[in-house]
């Protein structure tokens, strides 16, 4: 298989598993600092593959062991054109997003293969013990180079068994720095990552139903003022008396809508989920 060569470009691969309410700010952060963003599925159970294919992040799924030498040569050859640089980062509920400017740093220190031991606290990582092949981390980077010694690395290799021309670095995954950085609304609280997911996700219960109570609310509270308001029957009366009518109605409306929608909703994933369809239309 002929793939394109493209230099001098950083590839992010997102991996995690059910992280639907924070893929989206995942991706959009990523694409300030890389070229390309693909999302790496570990076997979700949610929408988070959905949301990542509506937001044209290309999805991989991987079912393997979780070890370095098995991710990689997963990547090498899945049918990802070749780049210069690759930044992987397993998103765990540990990783926030305000990480990511230090994890990025990583990639632009020119290391051909650069692991972030992962389950090493503080503790200082000698690279002669380490098993690469088996090891799991935390963050990785990658160059072609790095891929094509880590395929031919054997079983029990470790750093030291790697090319002597090839810029190596193994790390314990440190605790980072608190360092002031903007945070994106997503992490702020599960609150907020639950109202980014219904905008994102345009949930009817957000679009229809929020509105439609505010509405049929205010409706509700100015019927009894106009209703005391007006003496007497003029083009200014009915036109008020008829605009709060209409406004109550309209919010009654769009909370039945907005039902309806969530309903059928639920009712179209049953039907998919019995007949086990592969794709949502």
């Not at 950083?10 to 390309?36: H, K, N, P």
């Not at 972030?116 to 092949?133: C, D, F, Q, R």
């Not at 021309?165 to 609150?191: H, Y």
Request: contains cysteine; charged residues 20%; proline residues 3%.
């Amino acid at each position: 298989m002929c793939r394109g060569i493209v230099s001098n470009e950083l590839r992010v691969i997102l991996m995690g598993r059910d992280v639907e309410l924070r893929v989206i700010s995942l991706i959009v952060r990523c694409r300030t600092i890389a070229d390309e963003v693909v999302f790496l599925d570990l076997g979700s159970n949610d929408e988070t593959v959905e949301l990542a294919s509506e937001f044209d992040c290309p999805v991989i799924n991987y079912n393997g062991e979780m070890e370095t030498s098995k991710i990689v040569s997963f990547l090498q050859e899945s049918n990802l054109d070749e780049i210069a640089t690759t930044l992987l980062i397993h998103i765990t509920s540990q990783w926030k997003l305000r990480d990511l400017p230090l994890t990025a740093n990583r990639a632009r220190d020119n290391w051909d293969l650069h692991i972030s031991v992962k389950g090493t606290g503080n503790e200082k990582v000698n690279p002669e013990e380490i098993i690469l092949s088996s090891v799991e981390f935390n963050h990785l980077v990658i160059t072609p180079d790095g891929m094509q010694a880590m395929a031919n690395l054997g079983p029990l290799g470790t750093a030291m068994d790697l090319p002597d021309d090839l810029r190596v670095r193994v790390v314990g995954s440190t605790s980072q720095v608190n360092v002031p950085q903007q945070e994106s609304l997503a992490t702020a609280s599960r609150f907020a990552q639950l109202f980014y997911w219904m905008l994102e996700s345009k949930h009817p219960l957000f679009l229809f139903g929020v509105p439609g109570i505010v509405l049929f609310v205010l409706g509700y509270k100015l019927s009894g003022n106009v209703v005391d308001t007006f003496d007497e029957l003029n083009s200014t009366s009915i036109g008020v008396t008829l605009s709060v009518i209409a406004m109550t109605m309209i919010g009654l409306f769009a909370m039945m809508v907005a039902i309806i929608l969530y309903i059928m909703g639920k009712q179209a994933e049953q039907i998919q989920s019995q007949y086990d369809w592969k794709s949502k239309d």
